[in-house]
């Protein structure tokens, strides 16, 4: 991706979808973040729903036509 902001931490979780993951983009190597190519319109979706880094995952998923969609939800809690 380009024009991202790092997540405060290097070690930080997936805003889409929880996981625990290092952001490399401070790293002396390259982020993998770098090699996903994403369309235009999904990047502004991306910038318009979440704040900081997605894991490599994700992004890779975004870009081979996966919805941008919200962190997963919270389990129900059970009613009585």
């Known amino acids: 991706m380009d024009d991202t902001e790092c997540a405060d931490t290097p070690d930080a979780r997936c805003p889409r979808c929880g996981q625990a993951f290092h952001c490399g983009m401070q790293d002396a190597a390259p982020c993998g973040c770098t090699t996903v190519q994403l369309p235009a319109a999904t990047l502004a979706m991306l910038r318009a729903r979440y704040t900081g880094c997605l ?16 962190a997963p939800a919270a389990a129900p809690s059970s009613a009585r």
């Open 55 to 70: 894991c490599l995952r994700c992004l890779q998923a975004l870009a081979a036509g996966d919805a941008v969609s919200a």
